[in-house]
């Protein structure tokens, strides 16, 4: 199920623009930074107990609920949001080894209840699903230099187009509506300028409630046939290309944000179903502060209705995207451009990755190993140690190259 699609061409091209845009106004919850840091806290304590213990007691530490790279709020200074809730594992056993109970609570209902999954999610359990179920019973190990290197680089990759306002969420319904202003924000700046950063997503893939965060679109403001180009930039330690399985994993990222955006253009947003969701009142007035925010910002909402019939409108506005993604490899220390993945969009080897996907999350089969020629990734899994994969009890490897999914900045 992990065969990658068709091979991409890999050039060594940058791309420059002349034009400096206006810089838009992008809003974030003033609790966001509190929540993150708690939520690492207890990913940390998650760590601190001995790996027998853990063998033994298949109780996890709850963490910080978040809603993919933003959490519920709409961003973070330093990308650090793909927390995920370690919530509570129901009995004393492994879920694999209570496969055959009934009423065994499937990983998604568990752990994404009325919240959803996020790209991330889908592109860790590609890399390794028994390493996601590790995840969501542990909790997440704590961040490498590399990782928080690259978290650095995508922030300020945002800030060249994006400066950032605090705004006080109140409510569930305060944290939807700043979503969703920031894409119209986004959205309005891709139209004008060409170019954005940062757009958070939601909709459906396979009929799942799926959130996620674009890195970077681009559309030439120039030509006549407009297709914005959804483009995501990894970091790299070395000066080298990834390996195919990583590029995989990226292709998959940016395929499954084309899918969330298409649907969102053809005027698939199913709004009853999202307030039904996610437990929201779509008429609850919002606070103050975002209220004067979105009549600063030209769309004036006293409710969460308001700003979503906002958000259908500049939906409307938007084309397809290009059936060509493209994926851009830095390297931490300078910057240098190493390489671009230009690929195309394949829907059908889409789908198949993630209904096998969802066939983990949804229960219906026990977490898979990476294939043999794969194995190489458990020396640098830091569930390493526990995993029945391993030969031996050495654990993980010190090196910071290979970036886990659930744990990359996107």
């Known amino acids: 199920m992990n065969q990658s699609p068709s091979s991409p061409t890999t050039s060594t091209t940058t791309v420059s623009d002349d034009k400096t845009p206006k810089i838009p106004i992008e809003i974030i919850s003033g609790e966001e930074m509190a929540l993150i840091e708690a939520a690492f806290t207890a990913a940390a304590a998650a760590f601190a107990v001995p790996a027998a213990q853990f063998q033994r007691n298949y109780r996890s530490i709850r963490s910080i609920t978040l809603l993919s790279k933003r959490g519920l709020s709409s961003c973070t200074a330093t990308r650090s949001t793909?927390?995920?809730?370690?919530?509570?594992v129901v009995g004393s056993g492994s879920p694999q080894k209570n496969k055959k109970t009934k009423g065994i609570v499937s990983f998604l209902h568990q752990y994404r209840k009325a919240r959803g999954l996020s790209v991330t999610d889908f592109t860790a359990t590609e890399w390794c699903e028994k390493q996601m179920e590790y995840t969501l019973l542990y909790g997440k190990p704590k961040k490498t230099k590399a990782m928080q290197a690259g978290s650095?680089?995508?922030a300020v990759l945002e800030e060249e187009v994006i400066k950032r306002v605090k705004v006080q969420a109140e409510s569930a319904e305060d944290v939807w509506a700043i979503k969703f202003m920031n894409f119209i924000v986004g959205a309005n700046q891709l139209l004008f300028d060409g170019l954005t950063r940062e757009l958070p997503l939601v909709g459906f893939i396979e009929g799942v409630w799926t959130v996620g965060i674009i890195d970077e679109i681009r559309m030439p403001v120039s030509e006549s046939t407009r297709f914005p180009i959804l483009v995501d930039t990894k970091t790299r330690v070395r000066a080298t290309l990834p390996s195919e399985p990583q590029?995989?994993?990226g292709r998959?990222?940016?395929?499954?944000?084309?899918?969330?955006?298409?649907?969102?253009?053809?005027d698939r947003f199913p709004s009853q179903k999202f307030y039904e969701f996610f437990s929201l009142n779509p008429h609850q007035i919002l606070n103050q502060?975002?209220?004067?925010s979105t009549a600063k910002s030209g769309f004036p909402s006293?409710?969460?209705?308001?700003v979503v019939r906002y958000f259908l409108?500049?939906?409307s506005l938007l084309p397809k995207a290009h059936d060509r993604l493209l994926l851009r490899y830095e390297l931490q220390e300078d910057q240098t451009l190493l390489g671009e993945d230009d690929f195309a969009y394949e829907h059908d080897w889409l789908t198949d990755q993630i209904k096998s996907c969802l066939e983990f999350w949804q229960g219906k089969r026990e977490a898979s190993f990476p294939p043999m020629e794969e194995r190489w990734k458990c020396r640098f899994c830091k569930f390493a140690s526990i995993c029945p994969t391993n030969p031996n009890s050495e654990g993980s490897s010190k090196s910071e190259e290979v970036i886990p999914p659930e744990l990359s900045q996107e």
């Open 152 to 154: 650095a680089r995508h």
């Open 289 to 292: 502060e975002i209220r004067e």
């Open 313 to 315: 409108n500049s939906c």
């Open 252 to 266: 998959l990222q940016l395929m499954c944000y084309k899918n969330m955006w298409d649907s969102l253009i053809a």
């Open 302 to 306: 006293e409710t969460l209705s308001d």
């Open 82 to 88: 793909d927390i995920e809730d370690s919530g509570r």
């Open 247 to 249: 590029r995989r994993n």
